[in-house]
């Protein structure tokens, strides 16, 4: 890399790190993972800057380079289901809890996520996650507004059906359901 280059490269992390590291922390959840994520999403933007066609800003096209990259190292980790029990507690635990029920439907969509359909996960991400409206999560990724709520649906009836095998198994071994399926886990449609 030449001179020139890596000035480029660090202007570039300097003016728009700050935004990428807050959209890898959102989606993976840990810090360090998220240092890491930013670094090689900087270097994946760099590498493949003549790929920027400039039809949108800077900022959308390095958060969409940003979510695949995140959505790709969630789908590849091996430790999801260590993760999910690390951060999910156990049923006779609930009452003991002293954190709100919203950190762990995050961990559970962050795992919904990690398994469903590439486009209705991107969807999931922007609304639910980042609570775009559907018009401006339509526009990063390239699609209708009528696409995403379609998306989003679909999304949303798999992650049910997910949800309720889940909570259907425990009941035929006579323990009781960690999480009874109520509404779309705290998160809410956007506004359209």
Same mark, same amino acid.
């Given at each position: 890399?030449?001179?020139?280059?890596?000035?480029?490269?660090?202007?570039?992390?300097?003016?728009?790190?700050?935004?990428?590291?807050?959209?890898?922390?959102?989606?993976?959840?840990?810090?360090?993972?998220?240092?890491?994520?930013?670094?090689?999403?900087?270097?994946?933007?760099?590498?493949?800057?003549?790929?920027?066609?400039?039809?949108?800003?800077?900022?959308?096209?390095?958060?969409?380079?940003?979510?695949?990259?995140?959505?790709?190292?969630?789908?590849?980790?091996?430790?999801?289901?260590?993760?999910?029990?690390?951060?999910?507690?156990?049923?006779?635990? &609930?009452? $003991?809890?002293?954190?709100?029920?919203?950190?762990?439907?995050?961990? +559970? =969509?962050? %795992?919904?996520? /990690?398994? !469903?359909?590439?486009?209705?996960?991107?969807?999931?991400?922007?609304?639910?996650?980042?609570?775009?409206?559907?018009?401006? &999560?339509? $526009?990063?990724?390239?699609?209708?507004?009528?696409?995403?709520?379609? +998306? =989003?649906? %679909?999304?949303? /009836?798999? !992650?049910?059906?997910?949800?309720?095998?889940?909570?259907?198994?425990?009941?035929?071994?006579?323990?009781?359901?960690?999480?009874?399926?109520?509404?779309?886990?705290?998160?809410?449609?956007?506004?359209?």
């Amino acid at each position: 890399m030449s001179r020139a280059d890596s000035q480029q490269l660090s202007q570039l992390f300097n003016q728009h790190g700050p935004r990428v590291y807050r959209r890898a922390l959102r989606l993976l959840g840990n810090p360090a993972d998220a240092e890491e994520a930013t670094q090689e999403i900087f270097i994946r933007a760099f590498k493949g800057a003549e790929g920027f066609r400039q039809q949108s800003q800077l900022t959308t096209w390095l958060y969409q380079i940003a979510t695949h990259y995140c959505l790709n190292l969630i789908r590849d980790r091996s430790r999801r289901a260590e993760l999910y029990a690390e951060h999910m507690p156990a049923a006779g635990d &609930a009452e $003991e809890r002293t954190e709100p029920v919203r950190p762990d439907d995050l961990v +559970l =969509l962050r %795992r919904l996520i /990690a398994d !469903a359909d590439e486009k209705q996960a991107s969807a999931a991400v922007y609304v639910f996650l980042d609570g775009m409206s559907h018009e401006e &999560a339509a $526009e990063v990724l390239g699609v209708s507004k009528r696409t995403v709520g379609n +998306l =989003l649906e %679909r999304f949303q /009836a798999w !992650a049910a059906a997910r949800t309720a095998l889940a909570t259907e198994a425990p009941a035929a071994n006579n323990s009781p359901p960690e999480r009874k399926a109520s509404g779309f886990f705290g998160f809410g449609r956007r506004r359209s």
